[in-house]
C-alpha cells in the first residue's frame, strides 16, 4: 500500500480502474476489415454525447479538423474534453460548446497567435467543469492506459497550485519513502488523429513530432483515423517498421486530404495563418462570429466545401510552397 501524502481537488472524469479499461478491450473487434468511411459516418457512428473525447496533435500541428469541424455540425454535447497541447482544435470544439468538462493542459491560447476570445468567454462563462493538469501530466495519464495500468507515477507538479486543482495523488515510495506524485490513467471513449498515411484496415504512418499520439491511439476505446492519403496494404506491408498506430486499435478510416488545415502537415502543407488570423479576430464579435461559423461550418456539407471557402486548391499550393521552402514568385 502506498502513504499518501497529499490529494488534488479536482474532479476526474474519467474511470481509471484498468480492470474495467481491459475488460472492454477484450470485447474489441480486431479483424482485418475495410474501414473507409466518411467523416460523417464516423462521427455520427463512434462519437456520442455525453462521453470522453481526445483529439490528436500538437497545436496546429498534425490536427484532425474535419472531425472537429462534423463534431460541432452534428451538434453533440456534453462531452468531456483533454485539453491537452489543443489550440485549434479546442477553439473549434468551445465553438461549437461541445463539452462541458474539460481536462486542462494548454487550451484557449493558439501559441504565439494570441488568445482565442471566443474561448476564453466559454471557459468563463461558467458553462465547464474543470480540472487541471499539465502537457506532461496529460502524456502520463495516456502512457498508464496504454500500459494497462491504473496510474503512472511521476516527479513534476508537487507543491504548486496546478497539483491542488488536479486529480492526482502524491505517495511515498515504498522501496525509498520519497515522493511521488501519481497520475491517474486516461481511457477517451474516443480519439480522433490525422495522419500522413493509411490503408483501409487502419495501419497508420505519420512523420514529424508524434507528442502522445502513439499512446493516445492505444489507450482510446474507440480511434477515428483521418489520413492525407489511403496507400495500399502491401505498401504497408513493404515496410512494417514504419506503422506506427496498427490496425486493431482503429475503428474508422478517413482519407481526408490537406485534413489537418488551417493547421500544419509536417512535409505536406504549411499552417494558414491569414486563416487562423481571421478565426482570432472575428472572434472578438460575438455576432459576427455567429455568421462566421454559419458560413464556413454549420451551412458546409463538408470539410471539401470549407477549404474551397478559404481559397481551395490554389491556397493549400501556397501552403505547400511554404512548407518546402519554394518561391512561387521565382519559377520563371
Not at 81 to 96: E, P, V, Y
Not at 236 to 252: E, F, G, K, M
Not at 302 to 330: H, K, M, P, S
Amino acid at each position: 500500500m502506498f502513504d499518501v501524502v497529499a490529494e488534488g481537488q479536482g474532479p476526474l472524469f474519467a474511470d481509471p480502474d484498468a480492470d474495467k479499461a481491459r475488460e472492454y478491450f477484450r470485447g474489441k473487434k480486431r479483424a482485418l476489415a475495410n474501414k473507409v468511411m466518411t467523416v460523417s459516418e464516423a462521427v455520427g457512428r463512434f462519437i456520442h454525447d455525453g462521453e470522453y473525447l481526445a483529439i490528436g496533435g500538437f497545436g496546429a500541428n498534425r490536427i484532425p479538423t474535419a472531425v472537429c469541424h462534423e463534431i460541432v455540425r452534428q451538434r453533440k454535447r456534453n462531452m468531456a474534453f483533454a485539453g491537452h497541447t489543443s489550440t485549434h482544435d479546442f477553439q473549434i470544439l468551445a465553438a461549437g460548446e461541445v463539452f462541458d468538462r474539460c481536462d486542462i493542459a494548454y487550451i484557449i491560447g493558439l501559441e504565439a497567435r494570441g488568445l482565442s476570445p471566443n474561448a476564453r468567454r466559454y471557459m468563463e462563462s461558467g458553462k465547464v467543469t474543470i480540472c487541471e493538469w499539465t502537457n506532461y501530466a496529460m502524456a502520463c495519464r495516456l502512457k498508464a492506459a496504454a500500459a494497462g495500468v491504473s496510474f503512472m507515477p511521476a516527479r513534476n507538479i508537487m507543491g504548486t497550485d496546478t497539483f491542488k486543482y488536479s486529480a492526482a495523488k502524491v505517495v511515498k515510495c515504498p522501496f525509498t519513502g520519497e515522493n511521488y506524485v501519481l497520475y491517474p490513467a486516461l481511457w477517451p471513449d474516443v480519439s480522433a488523429i490525422h495522419v500522413h498515411e493509411a490503408d483501409i484496415y487502419g495501419n497508420c504512418r505519420m512523420k514529424g513530432i508524434s507528442i502522445a499520439d502513439l499512446e493516445l491511439s492505444r489507450a482510446s476505446k474507440r480511434l477515428i483515423i483521418t489520413t492525407e492519403r489511403l496507400v495500399s496494404n502491401d505498401e504497408i506491408r513493404s515496410d512494417p517498421t514504419a506503422t506506427v498506430i496498427p490496425y486493431y486499435l482503429v475503428d474508422a478510416v478517413c482519407e481526408v486530404p490537406y485534413g489537418s488545415y488551417p493547421g500544419n502537415m509536417p512535409y505536406e502543407y504549411f499552417s494558414d495563418e491569414d486563416h487562423l488570423r481571421l478565426w482570432l479576430n472575428v472572434e472578438k464579435d460575438p455576432e459576427e462570429f455567429k455568421h462566421f461559423l454559419d458560413k464556413f461550418i454549420y451551412r458546409t456539407r463538408d470539410f471539401n466545401q470549407y477549404l474551397e471557402l478559404c481559397g481551395g486548391i490554389e491556397r493549400i499550393n501556397q501552403l505547400r510552397a511554404v512548407e518546402n521552402l519554394i518561391d512561387l514568385e521565382d519559377r520563371g
